[in-house]
């Protein structure tokens, strides 16, 4: 007979650990009293189940056939359909093409890093830098790309991070968090048409974003009022005496 | 309907049966298990052929469950009902096989013989009768003839139409009856959930006149006893959830099953139950045994009590009897049953049920060890408890599907604190501690 030295149950001799608590059951040689097994170890007719890692994978399988077999068509097409072996060259299919290679990319790192904000954010970022410079040169020169898409991606990606380092460092979460995002909308809105005149007329200058900022910017202090100042400085009981 | 159960083409499921199919998936099975452990390893030509003749004596459990445009339906089996294998996790999904649709399974693993039953079906005491049934006829078939078989069924007999009825259909709907008030969700073990198709059992054998001399020095029934243990172990596991900083705290609210057939007159054979929630609030503050005890008792004096039950089973009436829930196509009713469960669920911390004592004929009572019973799965709750004793034999199952075995560590540690020698049997892998480890090495909860 075996029996947990931790909660004193008694338990199968071949038991190697305590089920309730984990303590480890001394071997106990030369008793024969339990010869038959309680419970089956295996059942080969077991239903499969599906893991979560296994059903992404299976997607991620899927969605890249559906996203990788057609850029094959459309290269092969463009080829035959200009000419094929006798001269012919990619035109029209190349941004098609990059486009459905971009696709894959971004569905291959959300599939593999969905779990890590900080990688997640930065392959996207790079990816869609990627999609926009190929897009940019397969129109023939690469032009917008370098003064308008490039700067309009840091942003983004600088307040991405300003906002993932908000988030990270403060201790107690709560509407601070959207004050924070609504507040980083706001400025990335900004930089966003300051950009755009820039490009467009060759000097900073912001326009519509003053809207956007009349009614982003009070939103944001109000939910940072609401974290701050109303849990911290107003006390609703000792004011309204209930 | 047809008036024999033998000739019937379909039938319907009774009111408690038609919530079961609906919230089927894989984690809710809707099954559960009793067992008898024999003194022997029995040969599986012979359960087979004891089943094979038994089972058309219980014609109304030979069925399979079909979706008509507004209703589940019982119609009968088209297959034969075959003894399987054991399985290492008990109360699996059923088989969606078309050569296997039964609500009922029986399976074979050692001295164990067990039945699953689909609670659409029948509840404990259903599943009872058929089990003891086929192992009157199994001992017959072994040459064990007895000479009383006390109120087993045998083959051949006739099945009285009493067997089959909706109980419940019997009560009349009273609309000015009110509908039993909700409850705030209630605390939830904190355990992460199981891959699907895990199903960890935990089986606690002890004496039983010792068990009852314990309660009865209390003054409390078994039941009672083992409730207010229950509640102990589960306050244990509160207050560490507590200590881990877990802040969604509720009441722990205890569901117990009560069979109706002692309220009712009715000798049906489908499922004639309800549940009764019984609270303790840790909330307040920690609660003795002597308390814990003593509310147990005055709460089971008061809430089983005819109006109580009766204001409950008018409530369930209302999905079968009102007009407006009957024109329901099956797909919206289930969408429905779906929400309605899942909302009952977090009212409810876990259950535990007690099927009572078995009686086998005396020829037969020294050839079985003990019986057990191993509760439904179900990821609202996560774990179950589930009592049955036979002869001085008494067996504690609790099954879950979340990880952790606090409860279970707590709830027999408590038992052998009052002096009883509690031996465990588990379906826990024997080399891998990891499922069952103690409450600082768990992932969800550290002291």
């Known amino acids: ?242 | 309907m047809s008036v024999t159960a033998n000739k019937r083409e379909w039938s319907r499921l009774d009111n408690v049966g038609n919530l079961f199919p609906a919230v089927q998936s894989d984690r809710i099975t809707g099954l559960f298990r009793l067992s008898a452990v024999l003194d022997h390893v029995p040969l599986k030509g012979l359960v087979q052929e004891a089943l094979d003749r038994i089972l058309p004596r219980f014609s109304y459990f030979n069925v399979e469950v079909v979706e008509n445009l507004f209703w589940h339906t019982f119609i009968p089996a088209k297959h034969p009902l075959l003894v399987l294998p054991d399985t290492p996790n008990p109360n699996l999904p059923l088989s969606k096989d078309s050569t296997s649709r039964h609500p009922l399974r029986v399976r074979l693993f050692q001295k164990r013989l067990s039945v699953e039953f689909h609670h659409s079906l029948t509840d404990g005491t259903g599943a009872l009768a058929f089990l003891r049934a086929l192992l009157a006829e199994y001992f017959a078939l072994k040459g064990l003839t007895c000479q009383d078989y006390l109120d087993i069924p045998r083959p051949g007999s006739t099945i009285p139409p009493e067997e089959y009825e909706d109980s419940y259909s019997k009560l009349p709907y009273d609309p000015e009856i009110p509908l039993p008030s909700s409850r705030s969700p209630a605390f939830q073990h904190p355990g992460k959930i199981l891959p699907k198709g895990e199903y960890r059992a935990i089986l606690g054998i002890l004496p039983l006149d010792l068990t009852l001399a314990r309660a009865k020095a209390r003054g409390l029934s078994l039941t009672e006893f083992l409730i207010g243990v229950y509640f102990l172990a589960w306050q244990e596991v509160f207050f560490l959830a507590k200590r881990s900083g877990k802040k969604t705290l509720g009441p722990i609210r205890m569901h117990i099953p009560v069979n109706l057939r002692r309220l009712y007159p009715s000798s049906t054979h489908l499922n004639f139950f309800l549940t009764i929630p019984l609270e303790l609030d840790p909330r307040l503050g920690q609660w003795s045994d002597a308390e814990v005890f003593e509310k147990v008792h005055h709460f089971m004096q008061i809430e089983v009590n005819p109006k109580n039950i009766r204001q409950q089973i008018n409530a369930n009436l209302r999905g079968v009897i009102l007009p407006y829930v009957r024109v329901l196509p099956l797909f919206l009713k289930k969408l429905f049953l779906r929400l309605f469960y899942h909302w009952g669920e977090k009212e409810q911390t876990s259950a535990l049920s007690n099927m009572g004592q078995v009686k086998m004929p005396k020829e037969i009572e020294p050839h079985i060890h003990r019986f057990e019973f191993l509760p439904p799965p179900s990821p609202g709750t996560r774990i179950a408890a589930s009592v049955i004793s036979y002869q001085n034999v008494l067996c504690i199952g609790i099954g879950r599907i979340a990880e952790g075995s606090w409860v279970e560590a707590a709830f027999f540690r408590r038992l052998r604190e009052y002096g009883l020698p509690v031996k465990i049997e588990t379906n826990l892998p024997k080399e891998e501690p990891w499922r069952s480890a103690p409450v600082a090495e768990s992932s969800s909860i550290t002291t």
């Not at chain 1, 971004?106 to 392959?123: R, T």
């Not at chain 1, 990606?157 to 706001?186: H, M, P, W």
């Open chain 1, 1 to 242: 007979m075996a029996f947990c030295p931790r909660c004193g149950v008694q338990l199968d001799n071949d038991v190697r650990f305590c089920p309730l608590d984990g303590t480890p059951i001394p071997v106990l040689e030369g008793d024969e009293t339990q010869t038959l097994a309680p419970w089956p170890n295996t059942d080969p007719l077991a239903k499969k189940y599906l893991t979560s890692k296994e059903i992404r994978d299976r997607l991620l399988i899927i969605f890249s056939g559906l996203l990788i077999l057609p850029i094959f068509v459309v290269l092969a097409v463009d080829f035959y359909s200009s000419g094929g072996f006798d001269g012919g060259t990619l035109t029209w299919s190349l941004p098609v093409a990059w486009i459905l290679l971009c696709s894959f990319l971004y569905l291959f790192f959300g599939f593999n890093l969905y779990h890590a904000f900080v990688p997640v954010s930065l392959s996207y970022l790079s990816i869609t830098a990627g999609l926009l410079l190929g897009l940019d040169f397969f129109n023939e020169q690469v032009d917008w790309f370098l003064t308008l898409g490039l700067p309009i991606l840091s942003a983004l990606g600088i307040f991405l991070l300003l906002n993932y380092l908000f988030i990270l460092k403060t201790k107690r979460k709560g509407y601070n968090v959207f004050g924070s995002i609504v507040a980083s909308i706001a400025l990335f809105l900004i930089s966003l048409d300051g950009l755009i005149h820039y490009y467009l007329q060759e000097r900073f200058l912001v326009s519509w974003s003053i809207l956007t900022s009349f009614a982003l910017v009070p939103l944001s202090i109000y939910f940072f009022f609401l974290h701050y100042g109303l849990k911290r400085n107003l006390d609703l009981g000792r004011t309204f005496h209930f």
